[in-house]
């Protein structure tokens, strides 16, 4: 089936990389795939640029204000098109697990050992196999 291009609902997602680990959260039960971890991130708003939107999101999921780094990978699945960008870590930051069950900092090639949705399994190996570098 394809997707008429106002259908398509665009998803942003940031890239955290701190020492060598992404910081990956836990959807909250009743999430759509509730309790699969995924990067930070969600459903852009009516009006939203993908920055605002990424912006917003790491807010009221973790309670952090990060600057939106360069666009890391894209991925379609059905009418979702998913969005990643590498976000640059500020070393004062303390999140918390504000709309996510917890969070964790975890090294790429460990991702495998984490339950995602179908949609970020491309993304996962190309970060697992090194593929995928900032």
Request: aromatic share 10%; charged share 25%; hydrophobic share 40%.
């Amino acid at each position: 089936m394809t997707w008429d291009a106002q259908e398509i609902q665009v998803v942003v997602a940031a890239l955290i990389e701190r020492g060598g680990r992404l910081l990956i959260s836990q959807r909250l039960p009743d999430a759509g795939h509730g309790g699969r971890w995924e990067f930070p991130g969600g459903k852009r708003e009516s009006g939203e640029h993908d920055s605002q939107a990424l912006h917003r999101e790491l807010r009221e999921e973790l309670g952090i204000e990060l600057a939106i780094g360069p666009h890391a990978w894209t991925e379609r699945s059905g009418p979702l098109e998913l969005r990643f960008y590498w976000c640059p870590w500020a070393e004062a930051l303390r999140p918390r697990a504000l709309e996510v069950v917890q969070f964790r900092w975890v090294p790429a090639e460990s991702l495998n050992g984490y339950l995602f949705p179908p949609a970020d399994s491309r993304l996962v190996q190309a970060l697992v196999d090194g593929r995928l570098f900032r």
